[in-house]
Antibody, heavy 115, light 107 residues
Framework: QVQLVQSGAEVKKPGASVKVSCKVS????????MHWVRQAPGKGLEWMGG????????IYAQKFQGRVTMTEDTSTDTAYMELSSLRSEDTAVYYC????????WGQGTLVTVSS | DIQMTQSPSSLSASVGDRVTITCRAS??????LAWYQQKPGKVPKLLIY???TLQSGVPSRFSGSGSGTDFTLTISSLQPEDVATYYC?????????FGPGTKVDIK
């Protein structure tokens, strides 16, 4: 059974970067298509990007192009999402999720951007 | 990009009622449609994939239908534990867009 465990909450200042990790257990990362989704307080789910197995590459939502980088360390089965040039509107819970349809999900990582 | 819409945005129904939520894609997506349930403060949970396939462990009162551009999620008999926001999502190709959500509560 696949489990995803994310890193802990972060508080960042505007303009900084944040890197969230997602550790896979039960499967190897190479067997999964990993995606990242965020949810601002009181708002809906927003897909940020993920691995497209048909193209064999990571695709980013246009909104985050140039600001987000998703990487994988297959030696530790850990996926990472780094978001740069943070602003207050990036305050959200960030989730990793695996598969074509998203199951399972990580527990979420709250990123707070505040001066 | 394909846009996803849902209706209604919220609903209130009585325990035991049949509840239907509609999701519409701006272009055809075949059956590449998933439904998620998110309870307050919790992680989203997959209910249905491939438009109508019930995820293992999900109660049979949940069902999905549709293909192309129009999809529905039906709760055959609403239970108190079904209070949540429900999201549809397309996954045929990037971006894997979510609908805006439908909030369901008990009357």
């Amino acid at each position: 059974q696949v489990q995803l465990v994310q890193s802990g909450a972060e508080v960042k200042k505007p303009g900084a970067s944040v890197k969230v990790s997602c550790k896979v257990s039960g499967y190897t990362l190479t067997e999964l298509s990993m995606h990242w989704v965020r949810q601002a307080p009181g708002k809906g789910l927003e897909w940020m990007g993920g691995f497209d197995p048909e193209d064999g590459e990571t695709i980013y939502a246009q909104k985050f192009q140039g600001r987000v980088t998703m990487t994988e360390d297959t030696s530790t089965d850990t996926a990472y999402m780094e978001l740069s040039s943070l602003r207050s509107e990036d305050t959200a819970v960030y989730y990793c999720a695996a598969g074509s349809w998203f199951d399972p999900w990580g527990q979420g990582t709250l990123v707070t951007v505040s001066s | 990009d394909i846009q996803m819409t849902q209706s209604p945005s919220s609903l209130s129904a009585s325990v035991g009622d049949r509840v239907t939520i509609t999701c519409r894609a701006s272009q055809g997506i075949s059956n590449y449609l998933a439904w998620y349930q998110q309870k307050p403060g919790k992680v989203p949970k997959l209910l249905i994939y491939a438009a109508s396939t019930l995820q293992s462990g999900v109660p049979s009162r949940f069902s999905g239908s549709g293909s192309g551009t129009d999809f529905t999620l039906t709760i055959s008999s609403l239970q108190p534990e079904d209070v949540a926001t429900y999201y549809c999502q397309k996954y045929n190709s990037a971006p894997a867009t979510f609908g805006p959500g439908t909030k369901v509560d008990i009357k």
